[in-house]
């Protein structure tokens, strides 16, 4: 099905657009773990950029989203359709052609260091570009500044001081089949790599460490698979209306930057940490996995303890959710992220141990 026309402005030049400042972000999306794909839409709440850009209100003001390999159909501005363009990413940019053996022996351990330092500064500052690119609308003037009627405005926090720019929703209609970096299928299941930058490779944001915005995650999937996600469990999982799917919601109120959300998708099966220290605590594996996990994660309330005692201070946040995993990476490969924590199934107490305990259980 072809995707609407956008309506709006003159097409925008392919460029750098500034990126806005984020107060929040709803992501509303389906993950296909049969068809390896993921679409629905992200919907943030912007402060729109016009008194730190010292443009006028009455002028077209354009940002910018970061967005790497995603199909993107429609963006809407506070409910319009507006059009949009692909900037190039840095990630495509054409790479350097690697030095010759003979350069190589000519050039020296400094010319070498330089050079393997530009290219890091040039793809540190190159990372911050946006390359979803549109424009915000100039705002509409209401019968009540026509007739110079006191209007109120909506003030918005910025620092120390209040300003009375607007707020603007960017709604963003959009799919990607198997994600170029920030996640990955493998399987039946879906996860999050937890790479600095990784956000943008499966939705939509301002993907940087110093953009943090407040979060609220709709997650469906088909009804045999669990999703798990940062943030905190709002309601019990949803059956839709069709009733083969399932819909989970998680809310993050401390904001956070984009990247460092996490989410696993698959036929996980469930372990609620039983220690009083840990009401909030829920650990998830494969099905197979179920003794190993019940195993490895017997004893978790204790360190939970010490680092409570330890630190003089209490988790963070409301709740944790730990997921184990096949195809995570090496074996001992373990991913942090805000309440969420991604670890390899290599971690878990493998099978000979199982057996050896049962078997010393036994001659006792």
Known sequence: MASPTP????????????????????????????????????????????????????????????????????????????KFQIAPHFLREGQNTPPTAEESELASTQE???????????QLNASARSNLVFAIP????????????????DPVTLGSSKTTQKKVVVRVDYDVHEPECGARFSGDYFFTHGEVVGGRG?????????SRCTFQLRI??????????????????????????RMYSYNIVAPCPASSLALAVGPFVAWPDESPKCPTVTHFAPPDLLEPLAATVKCFHVAWGLYSDFLETD????????????????PCCFQSRVSCILASTGLLVPDSCLGAGVEARVKL
């Open 220 to 245: 469906i999937v088909p009804a045999s698979h669990t999703a798990v996600a940062s943030g905190m469990p709002c309601s019990v999982p949803e059956l839709t209306p069709c009733g083969n799917k």
């Open 202 to 210: 499966w939705f939509p944001c301002v993907d940087l460490s110093t």
């Open 7 to 82: 309506a709006g402005p003159p097409a925008l030049p392919l460029m750098f657009a500034p990126l806005p400042l984020p107060l929040n972000q709803l992501l509303c999306l389906e993950v296909n773990t049969f068809n390896h794909r993921v679409a629905g839409f992200t919907e943030l709440t912007l402060v729109a950029p016009v008194n730190s850009l010292g443009q006028p209100v009455g002028e077209v003001v354009e940002v910018g989203l970061h967005a790497l390999g995603l199909n993107i159909r429609q963006v809407l501005v506070n409910g319009t359709p507006v």
């Open 138 to 153: 100039p705002p509409q003037v209401k019968e009540e500044e026509m007739s110079g009627a006191p209007v109120e405005k």
């Open 112 to 122: 070498i260091a330089d050079q393997v330092y530009y290219e890091y500064w040039k």
């Open 315 to 330: 988790f963070p946040y409301p709740s944790l959710q730990q997921v184990f995993l096949h195809g995570l990476g090496s």
